[in-house]
């Protein structure tokens, strides 16, 4: 007979100290993120960032997959492209000015984050599986990641019609994504476009929501939503969901560094 997994009960105290790696938070490294997320990003659950074509998602990941390689110690990020091609002269431009901002942390100052970013490119949804359920657990037993990044989750389900099959695969992903979490420890950050709705029976009231529907957004830990404004470089960001969040909005803006608060 296996002996259980149960390991007993403990306090919430101990739960923060007992499992440390298990319950720790990754930082965005931009306060306004941040502050609306209590710490950052968990290392349990899929957190999502959705928002309209213009808004900074990439630019928040990139800044993130940069900040993750600073909060755990030789680790490494994944960052799954499914739209573009990666954002390597931007990264790099970042990179450099992240390093501006700790002129005396010989760590940082020595540290090459951008080869420590592992990027793959996929375009459909057997590609995606092939990388989640092969590819990624050869890595983890050789490779220790922090961060894997999903830009976005959306472009692979694009032309999907089946919903009842695309909604088991939704399930399967992050069954395995959660099954992986559990031995690795490591975040789980995806992008998403979002969509207009409009009521369908005044055929007004129109709605932005994010994109792949309610058999998707049940199995989302975190969700967080951006919104741009024309003509502005200012964007807004309001946390639609969390267990432990509440809903609260925070201004952002892009500059060389990338996303930072809003002034």
């Known amino acids: 007979m296996e002996s259980s997994l149960f390991e007993g009960f403990c306090t919430g105290g101990e ?28 290392c349990r659950g899929i957190f999502e960032l959705a ?12 800044k993130l997959a940069l900040t993750a390689q600073s909060e755990v110690p030789d680790s490494s990020v994944v960052y799954i492209c499914t739209e573009h091609m990666f954002p390597s002269s931007r990264l790099l431009q970042m990179e450099a000015e992240f390093k501006r901002q700790y002129p005396y942390d010989d760590t940082v100052q020595a540290h090459n984050f951008a080869d420590h970013i592992l990027v793959e490119h996929v375009r459909c949804v057997p590609t995606l599986i092939a990388c989640l359920f092969d590819r990624l ?16 989750i959306t472009s692979p389900f694009v032309e999907e019609k089946n919903y009842i099959l695309r ?10 994504l959660q099954h ?59 946390v639609v969901f969390g267990p432990s969040l509440p809903p609260k909005l925070g201004y952002y803006e892009i500059n060389e560094s990338g996303p930072v608060d809003a002034r």
């Open 167 to 176: 909604a088991e695969t939704f399930r399967s992903i992050v069954y395995r």
């Open 137 to 152: 657990p050869k890595l983890l037993e050789k490779t220790k990641i922090s961060v894997l990044i999903i830009d976005s």
């Open 180 to 238: 992986l979490q559990e031995h690795h420890n490591f975040a789980t950050f995806v992008t998403n476009q979002v969509r207009a709705v409009i009521n369908s029976a005044t055929l007004d009231d129109q709605r932005i929501v994010p994109a792949l529907g309610l058999a998707w957004s049940t199995l989302v830990h975190t969700r967080l939503q951006l919104f741009r404004k024309m003509n502005s470089n200012e964007r807004r960001c309001c």
């Open 15 to 42: 739960i923060l100290t007992k499992h440390a790696d298990r319950w720790r938070k990754i930082s965005f490294g931009v306060p306004v993120f941040d502050r609306l997320t209590g710490g950052g990003i968990s």
């Open 51 to 62: 928002g309209d074509p213009g808004s900074g998602k990439t630019q928040i990941a990139l």
